[in-house]
């Protein structure tokens, strides 16, 4: 029975992920953040674009969240390209803003691969392994699962008031702001009741945040996290050299 349940976990973790540990994909992210942010280089930022953009379709991230993501994305790069070029005075506009984009879509998909992948038990094991408080762990493990429950009751807000027909037009830019202040309140609310009901349940059991002990299913550095890392190093000394 003990064997059936680890096993049913651990097909449950592989879920949405590739076979790495938390720490060689937080390793992952940092390399590919350095290098937009280092690199210049137009081919260089298209391809890691394309890639993170693979990686987020691998873990199955909401193709409708990554179009409108993009969409915003292009048009604040957009904004961000007009003010340098008042500014700075760039020679090549459109250079400068295919860079911005680049930069901007990789850094956001990369993340977002990041929290799509990582099961919340496993970040928990790899900061306790990072020797990391307790207390401290325990504070992001909660923000990190209250986030898509947050997300999840704003969509059925959303739902339930495209039901009613309580919607604005794309003009209606103060009904906008109206509804939005409206969403935004009960989620605050909920959130802070969510909160402290959380706090007081913690309180009754006695919690007392200390290091794990007894694991039942452990996340270890294998060998292909240690070639992860030791490739996404070698490919960060390239680009400092080579593709600046």
């Given at each position: 029975?003990?064997?059936?349940?680890?096993?049913?976990?651990?097909?449950?973790?592989?879920?949405?992920?590739?076979?790495?540990?938390?720490?060689?994909?937080?390793?992952?992210?940092?390399?590919?953040?350095?290098?937009?942010?280092?690199?210049?280089?137009?081919?260089?930022?298209?391809?890691?674009?394309?890639?993170s953009l693979f990686l987020a379709i691998i873990v199955r991230a909401r193709v409708k969240f990554i179009i409108i993501s993009l969409f915003f994305l292009s048009l604040f790069s957009?904004?961000?390209?007009?003010?340098?070029?008042?500014?700075?005075?760039?020679?090549?506009?459109?250079?400068?803003?295919?860079?911005?984009?680049?930069?901007?879509?990789?850094?956001?998909?990369?993340?977002?691969?990041?929290?799509?992948?990582?099961?919340?038990?496993e970040l928990a094991i790899s900061l306790e392994k990072m020797y990391i408080p307790a207390m401290l762990v325990w504070f992001i493990i909660t923000i990190y699962q209250f986030v898509p429950i947050t997300a999840?009751?704003?969509?059925?807000?959303?739902?339930?008031?495209?039901?009613?027909?309580l919607t604005a037009k794309k003009w209606e830019i103060r009904k906008q702001i109206y509804i939005f202040r409206k969403t935004l309140k009960p989620l605050i609310t909920d959130s802070i009741n969510r909160g402290i009901d959380l706090a007081e349940s913690m309180t009754i059991k006695g919690?007392?945040?200390?290091?794990?002990?007894?694991?039942?299913?452990?996340?270890?550095?294998?060998?292909?996290?240690?070639?992860?890392?030791?490739?996404?190093?070698?490919?960060l000394v390239l680009v400092i050299l080579y593709l600046k």
């Amino acid at each position: 029975m003990g064997i059936t349940v680890k096993n049913e976990i651990e097909v449950h973790l592989s879920k949405k992920r590739f076979r790495f540990d938390p720490r060689t994909k937080s390793v992952i992210v940092l390399i590919f953040l350095t290098s937009v942010l280092y690199s210049s280089n137009i081919y260089l930022l298209g391809s890691l674009a394309v890639f993170s953009l693979f990686l987020a379709i691998i873990v199955r991230a909401r193709v409708k969240f990554i179009i409108i993501s993009l969409f915003f994305l292009s048009l604040f790069s957009l904004i961000a390209t007009l003010l340098a070029n008042i500014t700075l005075t760039v020679e090549n506009v459109y250079f400068l803003y295919a860079i911005i984009v680049c930069r901007f879509t990789t850094s956001f998909l990369i993340i977002s691969w990041f929290f799509y992948s990582v099961e919340p038990y496993e970040l928990a094991i790899s900061l306790e392994k990072m020797y990391i408080p307790a207390m401290l762990v325990w504070f992001i493990i909660t923000i990190y699962q209250f986030v898509p429950i947050t997300a999840r009751e704003a969509q059925e807000i959303n739902d339930i008031r495209k039901i009613k027909g309580l919607t604005a037009k794309k003009w209606e830019i103060r009904k906008q702001i109206y509804i939005f202040r409206k969403t935004l309140k009960p989620l605050i609310t909920d959130s802070i009741n969510r909160g402290i009901d959380l706090a007081e349940s913690m309180t009754i059991k006695g919690f007392v945040p200390k290091r794990r002990r007894n694991l039942y299913l452990d996340v270890r550095i294998r060998l292909l996290d240690v070639i992860a890392i030791l490739l996404s190093i070698a490919a960060l000394v390239l680009v400092i050299l080579y593709l600046k």
